[in-house]
């Protein structure tokens, strides 16, 4: 666990690791300055759990708009330090909620790719009305600009992950496109189209932006720019909306009173778009098990990120996905 | 107005044609089937309206996979002899609720482009947090693959049109990119930012997914395979949101009764959801004011796609988008 790494660190990602030691029962290593990490275990009961510090000294900031030189020059930050710990087995996994372009930078420079995997993607776990509630959506931003064998290899890592960590067996892979049609599509989509269609997946055709939280795919595949967009313009028009639905209740002293009886119903919505029940997304293609969480992560999205991160290691997507790049 | 294009032709057609002509009191010119429009027509107390018919003896159907090639087989549908009719000056605007590819093939074939537009593009008017509270979007389809040049042309299409006919003086234009910081972006997005900086109208920067409902752009410039998916998934994650708050209300008696007392609270969302209150979205770049409205458009629609189709005519939107070109 990167105990620097979030808007919220060292305080949430400690408390998280904490939490999940307890839940887990096993150990989680903390990444990061030892004296202060020390501090925020103090703050908590860690009788008989296993949290052993491994000293960073530097840290990459969430503000940093060029991460990668600053992986570079930061030799001795957590992120470095925990992709080093990856690439020598003395970690199964890395969790962080830190600057996410540090983290692709420290994860290609130290940890490598798996071998044949062209491009790494981040991905997410998207809410959608689906007989399981959700969908995968990769890239979300790790390739602004992608070629048709990247978005195979996207989907191929996407399957093997929804399967073996999310437990969606024979998941649909989609890819993105803006019409349902096969005609229809950029051209870098329909280039891409025989090789889906080739590969060893459910691959089902194209999805429009609708079908995604309408649940028609498993694997959402598309390219870092268009996944950014659609995971940064679902989180901005669900805020919106029940912004707007929340202040027009509010001019209406009737509707607020409704609402009081309403709360249960609106809690179980945001239960369903609460982005902390998976905690975070996997940094798929690099050679090791990587996490991903949001910046504004708390505590319960750190502990789900490091269950997440033990379903990948124990499911050994990564060894599921060099066999399938063999295949 | 085509009234042979759209789910409801022409029923739901020739009621908001009925519906403009005695809001707005001029005339509308109704293409497609003469029996069938006077048949439609005699629901209708027309006493005193200008509504003529247009003979069209085909038409291109909404579910056309192919109308490009339907444009060109199917001579006299309406969606062609609306295009000829405004190339020949026989009317002033062109308003269908049809097929959209057919409009734009039909548009393109027989109207053409503005002398200098590269490319014509789809549009939308999209709701937003802003003090107008929508903002204007395009291209939401026309082109899946762009060049830098039809993105600095949407950007001057988009903020004439913006300004002209929606009412907002000096928009602020942005393009979608995956980042504000002027480093990200795709190669498309990075190769337009110079000529957007350099062109005669407010541009303003990046804007993320986020940033587009948040209102932090009054035109949202973008290639029509980004603006589609932005459009659609819009669509999709309103409808999942608000299906899921009214299920979970349902499924719970005392949120029931808290909803009824709410409901105004969720009329007023919806009504700020209402794709119905601006009708239909300008193609722009062909010469000529033609809209294009949802296929599923009901008559208050038609009727407000008409009087936008006005709005676009009297404030001479082609006419101030040549200029700009000029410049």
Chains 1, 2 share one sequence.
């Not at 330090?81 to 372009?101: D, P, Y």
């Not at 930078?105 to 776990?125: K, Q």
Request: hydrophobic residues 45%; proline residues 4%.
């Amino acid at each position: 666990m990167d105990a620097m790494g979030g808007d919220h660190a060292p305080e949430i990602t400690v408390h998280g690791a904490v939490w999940a030691a307890r839940d887990f029962g096993f150990q989680v290593q903390l990444i990061g300055k030892p004296d202060i990490i020390r501090l925020e275990l103090q703050k908590h009961n860690i009788t008989g759990l296993s949290l052993p510090i491994i000293p960073a000294s530097e840290v990459i900031e969430m503000d940093d708009h060029n991460p990668a030189s600053s992986v570079k020059a930061k030799k001795d930050c957590s992120m470095v330090v925990g992709a080093q710990m990856l690439k020598q087995g003395e970690t199964s996994a890395f969790v962080t909620m830190g600057n996410s372009g540090g983290a692709l930078a420290a994860a290609l420079l130290h940890l490598g790719r798996i071998r044949g995997i062209r491009r790494p993607a981040f991905s997410t776990v998207y809410p959608c009305v689906s007989e399981h509630g959700f969908c995968f959506v990769l890239d979300i931003g790790a390739n602004a600009d992608c070629k048709p064998e990247y978005l195979y290899q996207f989907a191929l890592m996407g399957s093997a992950y929804t399967e073996r960590v999310l437990g969606i067996m024979n998941p649909r892979v989609a890819i993105v496109s803006n019409g349902e049609e096969e005609g229809k599509g950029s051209m870098l989509v329909q280039d891409t189209l025989p090789l889906l269609k080739s590969g060893p997946f459910n691959f089902v055709g194209n999805v429009e932006g609708k079908d995604i939280p309408a649940g028609l795919a498993d694997v959402v595949v598309t390219d870092g720019f268009t996944g950014n967009v659609v995971i940064k313009l679902s989180e901005g028009l669900a805020k919106m909306l029940l912004d707007t639905i929340k202040s027009e209740i509010k001019a209406r002293p009737l509707a607020m009173a409704g609402a009081v009886l309403a709360k249960p119903a609106f809690t179980a919505v945001g239960k369903m778009l609460d982005y902390r029940e998976f905690g975070g997304g996997a940094l798929l293609g690099v050679n090791g098990v990587v996490i991903v969480g949001h910046g504004r992560s708390d505590a319960y999205a750190v502990r789900n990120a490091i269950r997440i991160a033990r379903q990948a290691v124990e499911s050994d997507v990564i060894g599921v996905i060099k066999s399938g790049l063999g295949a």
